[in-house]
């Protein structure tokens, strides 16, 4: 196995890359708070995945950003794309959805080569006033448990990650249609490489503010889990795995309500029970779809 190497990056520049997709006054958001930090030495680039959005006003109000297309679909390719876009040495990924904190870049270089892999905070936020609704509630407590990612899990959300372009090319490329920070994390510790957190490495992502957004999030990441899962576990044996997977996830609501209903970032009882509502309605939910999965059906 091979040994994690750290990189020297000092003196060799930085590049930020950002994925993006018809979400442009995030983007507009998350470029402002940027904008806003010592960003010498760092090149910025946004990479739109086709959006059918106009970018005119972000282009126009950062003019130093680069803004590069990836015609194939999928935050993955984008996120390549930036890589073989850049030649700096450090690479610091973060999304167009995300609002980093006064201090993230700064933050962001120090932790550049104090391991293979650094991993950031994740704090969320809410987009409408209150009080909360049952997907905010939920995603309050819930979303982004960076620490538990990175610490038992082995993995970092792209979110907010560092690496170095020794590493990125070592490991390999994102692969798209899977959980791909998962899955490019996994790779990457297997040959050997070092993942650590640095909480001084924060961003701040906005929690879904309903059902319907937080059902398109979670369609998309049981997809993505179970073709990972399905590289990983092929044949019948595979899909035994997932059905069992699939039983449990029905029942997993309830040692988690607690945690809900006891919460401190909730207000009142309102707030407790829309999301232990939703955390119910949720895991039986992506239940049924792990148990369409295994029948062989789409989701």
Not at 107 to 113: D, E, I, K, S
Not at 124 to 152: C, H, L
Not at 195 to 222: C, F, Y
Request: proline share 6%; glycine share 8%.
């Amino acid at each position: 196995m091979r040994q994690g190497r750290i990189a020297s990056v000092m003196n060799v520049g930085y590049v930020v890359i950002i994925p993006h997709y018809n979400d442009s006054a995030r983007l507009g958001r998350c470029l402002d708070a940027l904008r806003a930090q010592d960003r010498a030495g760092v090149d910025v680039v946004v990479v739109d995945n086709g959006s059918t959005e106009p970018l005119d006003q972000a282009k126009a109000a950062n003019p130093d950003v680069r803004f590069v297309t990836e015609p194939g679909k999928g935050a993955a390719r984008a996120r390549n794309r930036g890589v073989a876009e850049s030649r700096a040495e450090a690479i610091i990924f973060l999304d167009a959805d995300c609002v980093p904190q006064p201090d993230w870049l700064a933050a962001a270089r120090r932790a550049a080569g104090s391991a293979d892999i650094v991993g950031g905070a994740i704090d969320v936020f809410d987009e409408t006033p209150p009080p909360r609704s049952g997907a905010e509630a939920f995603e309050t407590v819930f979303a982004f448990n960076y620490k538990d990612y990175i610490e038992r899990k082995g993995f970092s959300v792209t979110a907010n990650l560092v690496t170095t372009r020794t590493v990125f090319e070592a490991v390999g490329p994102f692969t798209n249609g899977l959980s791909e920070d998962a899955e490019w994390c996994f790779r990457a510790r297997a040959m050997g490489y070092r993942l650590a957190l640095d909480e001084g490495m924060r961003v701040a992502h906005p929690t879904r503010s309903n059902w319907p957004a937080l059902v398109r999030k979670w369609r998309r990441i049981v997809r993505e889990m179970y073709a990972l899962h399905r590289q990983a576990h092929p044949g019948p044996t595979g899909r035994l795995l997932w059905f069992a997977r699939a039983l449990a996830m029905a029942a997993s609501w309830l040692p988690h309500l607690p945690k809900i209903l006891f919460s401190p970032r909730l207000n009142g009882a309102g707030e407790r029970l829309r999301g232990a509502a939703t955390l119910i309605r949720l895991r039986l939910v992506r239940s049924w779809w792990m148990l369409r999965q295994v029948a062989g059906s789409e989701i």
